[in-house]
């Protein structure tokens, strides 16, 4: 099955700068890669996902990069807020009618003010 | 809250009892899942279910069952094989698709953290 791994588990940063997470999977038939955002006791919240036909995508301030020959996936955050601030889930999965995804351990980002 | 909706928030479970947690949604999705989440160990699939009536165990199934008699709902009974099972539990649903374009991530509920007194 599949396997997704993050590193490291917390990464903190001063306002305004960037943030980069990173994300590995094993199974090279992942076409679907999720990121979610989960606040202090709340639900986690798809933030941008990407399919593996595209190697980058964009939306405002945050963007997600895919390398499918190195198997891995990135989560990138400029000009980074403390609203910033939670705990960032990587997922990956083969779509389909039986598909499920798989969630990496999850990192803690602080966005220092 | 955003069409899915788990009950209780809170529950607490002596030794040896059962307990169901509901998940019930309203946006017409045809899959239903349950994680657990510990912290530093994300989110691990318990049980997942595509259609109606089918079910599929997943990582961690040990310990709990599931049904699926309607599309809307998708309840997870915690039982007493279960040893450890204090925990935040997290209902989600989406709607499989094939091809590419559309959005397929997963809609979470608000969770239920349970807790063994």
């Known amino acids: 099955g599949e396997n997704v791994e993050q590193h490291p588990s917390t990464l903190s940063v001063q306002e305004g700068d960037s943030a980069v997470i990173k994300c590995t999977y094993s199974d090279s038939a992942s076409n679907y890669f999720p990121w979610y955002k989960q606040e202090l006791g709340k639900r986690p919240q798809l933030i941008i996902d990407i399919r593996s036909n595209v190697g980058e995508k964009k939306d405002q301030r945050i963007a997600v990069t895919l390398n499918k020959t190195a198997k891995h996936f990135s989560l990138h955050i400029t000009e980074t807020q403390p609203e910033d601030s939670a705990v960032y889930f990587c997922a990956a999965t083969l779509t389909g009618a039986n598909s499920k995804l798989t969630f990496g351990k999850g990192i803690t980002l602080s966005v220092r003010p | 809250d955003g069409g899915i909706t788990q009950s209780p928030k809170y529950l607490f479970r002596k030794e040896g009892q059962n307990v169901t947690l509901s998940c019930e949604q309203n946006?017409?999705?045809?899959?239903m899942y349950w994680y657990r989440q510990d912290p530093g160990q994300g989110l691990r699939l318990i049980y997942y279910s595509q259609i109606v009536n089918d079910f599929q165990k997943g990582d961690i199934a040990e310990g709990y069952s599931v049904s699926r008699e309607k599309k809307e709902s998708f309840p997870l009974t915690v039982t007493s094989a279960q040893k450890n099972p204090t925990a935040f539990y997290l209902c989600?649903?989406?709607?499989?698709?094939?091809?590419?374009?559309?959005?397929?991530?997963?809609?979470f509920g608000s969770g239920t953290r349970l807790t063994v007194v």
């Open positions: 989600a649903s989406s709607t499989p698709r094939t091809g590419g374009g559309s959005i397929y991530g997963y809609t």
């Open positions: 946006l017409n999705h045809d899959a």
